[in-house]
C-alpha cells in the first residue's frame, strides 16, 4: 500500500520504517522537509535526529505533507495533537476517501508536567479531525500504546495485549484492522464510530501516569474477557 507518515517525532520514525520493513511504499509527510533533515541530533528522548534517521533508510521518501499525501492510499496522522488539524489541512485536497490511521493524543503541555487533554468528555481529537475533513475516513487506533509496542507488540507480553478500532467508516477500519495485523496486533476490538475515540484518549491521563510510577513506556492494555 501506498503510505504517507505525517510526523517526523518518534512515532513517525518508528512506523514508517516498520512499514517500509512490512514492504509498503512509505513517504513521511513533515512541515519543513529541508529544517527536518537537517536535524542529525538525537532529541531529549534518545530518538535520532529526523536527518540521520532519514539517512538509514534511504528506501522512505520524505516530503512536505500535502505531497507525501499525494497518491497516498493511506495516511497515518502521527502529528502531535497541537499540530493534527494544520497538517491535515496542508493534505486537504488530496484526502478524497483516504483512510486516515489518527495515532495522535490531545495532550496539552502548556502547563507543564502531567498534560492535560484539550479535548475530552463529549468530543475528541479523532472526532475534530473527522468533522474538520469530511472527505477523510478517519480511524482511530494505536493511540493507547507506546510507539516501539504499536510497531512491534511482541514486545511487551510476547504480544498478548488488546488494541481498539474508532471510526464511522466500516470499510476504512477493516483496512486498519489489516495492517494492524500485518505489525502483529492479535486482538483488536472495533469499538464503534468515531465518538468512541473519546474514551481511548481519555486513557491517556492514566497511561502517563503509569509510565511515570513503573518507570517505562512498555506496557499496555490487554482486555481480559
Ligand atoms: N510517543 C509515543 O510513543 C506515542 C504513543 C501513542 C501516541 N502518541 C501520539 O502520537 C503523536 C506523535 O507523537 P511523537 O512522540 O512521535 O511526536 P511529537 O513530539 O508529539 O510530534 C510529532 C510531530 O508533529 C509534527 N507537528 C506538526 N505540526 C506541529 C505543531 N504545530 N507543533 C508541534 N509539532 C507539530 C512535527 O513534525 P514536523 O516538525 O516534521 O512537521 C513533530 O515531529 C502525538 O500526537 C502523540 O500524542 C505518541
Redesign the pocket.
Known sequence: MRIAVF??????QTLAARLAELGHEVTVG??DPAS?LARTEPDQRGMPGFGAWAQAHPDIGVAAYGEAARDAELVVN??????AL??LEEAVADLDGTVVLD???P?EFSGGFPPLLSVCNDDSLGEELQRAYPQARVVKSL?T???SVMADPTSVGGGDHSAFLSGDDAEAKEIVRELLTQLGHRDVIDLGDITTARGVEMWLPLWVRLAGTLGT?SFQLKIVR
Open positions: 510526523g517526523t517525532g518518534m512515532v513517525g513533515t512541515r527536518s502521527a502529528t502531535s495533537g497541537e499540530g494544520e497538517a495515532v495522535s493524543n495532550l493511540n500504546m507506546n510507539a513506556a
